[in-house]
């Protein structure tokens, strides 16, 4: 009996023992559980998580750090689009495995359509909505306005004086210019300061005409000037010279157009 007791004693210890084994093995299984849960809602919440970290690491070996900013769906089946913090886009497949760089077309029965820049034309938009009109320096028609373009300027290029010059053939068509400043030298040059010059005038317009036809005026800057910030949203889009003109429906022209060509480019006649 006494054996038995021993022995049932040592069983009950043992017994004890593995219950505190079991509850301790519980213990992990549910911390990894929980783990794989919240690494399961952080992919399910992200599903183009996997692609982002190939991409990423495959643009990044050896060089600067790369990060995907967005991935969003194409009309291509098995292409998503992805945009790079960077700025540039690019085409990947599903699984990150394969991608390219350059525009997506779409094959239509009226044509090919470059979807990629229907984006561009649409983020441009968005862009340049952003900014107050009242930080522009913008030449209106005396009648209707029937449309307008957005002008990255500089006051020393002579396309943009040679575009100034048919500003007012512009406006008798219907069209309102507004300017944008956009310093070829970067923001530290002399044009960047005729610029700050023109923003800052009590007449914008006048000063602006002023400083492309030429006149020497006193060069002066204020607080309020957004020369700056025009220059690096002009970057942001892409502007590389000047004139960059924006149409209101977001297309890109780059460099000079005759007011005629560009009324037809806006569909006035």
């Known amino acids: 009996m006494r054996k038995l007791a021993r022995n049932s004693k040592g069983f009950g210890a043992q017994m004890v023992q593995a219950a505190v084994s079991a509850g301790a093995g519980l213990i992990v299984l549910a911390s ?4 794989a849960l919240v690494h399961a809602e952080t992919y399910s919440s992200n599903p183009h998580k996997t692609l982002e970290e190939k991409i990423a690491a495959a643009l990044s070996g050896g060089g600067a750090p790369v990060t995907v900013q967005n991935v969003q769906k194409t009309p291509a ?3 998503l689009e992805v945009t790079l913090d960077n700025g540039l886009v690019l085409y990947a497949t599903e699984q990150g495995d394969h991608f390219v760089v350059g525009d997506l077309y779409a094959v239509r029965k009226d044509g090919l359509v470059n979807l990629a820049e229907e984006k561009r ?12 009109l009242a930080q522009m320096i913008v ?6 306005t029937r449309d307008y373009i957005t002008v990255f300027t500089d006051v020393t290029c002579f396309y943009c004086q040679k575009l100034h010059k048919e500003v007012a053939d512009l406006n008798d068509m219907g069209v ?4 944008l ?3 070829r030298g970067g923001p530290d040059s002399e044009g960047a300061r005729k610029l700050h010059t ?11 005409t002023q400083l492309k036809a030429g006149v020497a005026l006193p060069l002066s800057d204020c607080d309020s000037s957004p020369v700056t910030a025009q220059f690096e949203l002009g970057a942001a889009m892409g502007v590389r010279g000047t004139p960059a003109i924006v149409t209101s429906s977001g297309q890109m022209i780059p460099g000079y157009k005759p007011a005629a060509e560009l009324a037809a480019v806006l ?3």
Request: proline residues 7%; contains cysteine; glycine residues 8%.
């Open 121 to 132: 034309e649409l983020d441009r938009i968005a862009l340049i909505d952003g900014v107050d």
């Open 267 to 269: 569909g006035l006649k």
């Open 139 to 144: 030449f209106t028609p005396e009648g209707e």
């Open 77 to 79: 089946n098995g292409l």
């Open 176 to 179: 309102e210019v507004r300017y």
């Open 181 to 183: 400043a956009y310093p």
């Open 198 to 208: 023109a923003w800052c005038a009590d007449d914008p317009q006048k000063t602006l």
């Open 32 to 35: 990894l559980l929980a783990a």
